[in-house]
């Protein structure tokens, strides 16, 4: 992840993409992210529109800093 903290990232950027080729930043299921953002263990989304949602990028480079330890 580039040290970038403006802006936001929507799902497959955070837990990547095969398809597309994108590297995910936190390796988990779709359905695990959810649970996490549900539970508080996650960032929590930030909706762009009714059917769109994404995460500041600061909450997750915060996220990957807090799970490296």
Not at 27 to 50: E, I, Y
Request: include cysteine; hydrophobic fraction near 35%; charge should be positive.
């Amino acid at each position: 992840m580039d040290n970038a903290t403006d802006g936001f990232l929507r799902l497959p950027q955070i837990i990547g993409d095969r398809k597309s080729g994108i590297p995910p930043i936190i390796p988990v299921s779709k359905s695990t992210w959810w649970a996490g953002c549900k539970s508080g263990r996650f960032p929590k989304p930030v909706h762009l529109g009714p059917k769109t949602v994404a995460w500041s990028r600061s909450s997750i480079a915060e996220l990957v800093e807090k799970l490296k330890g």
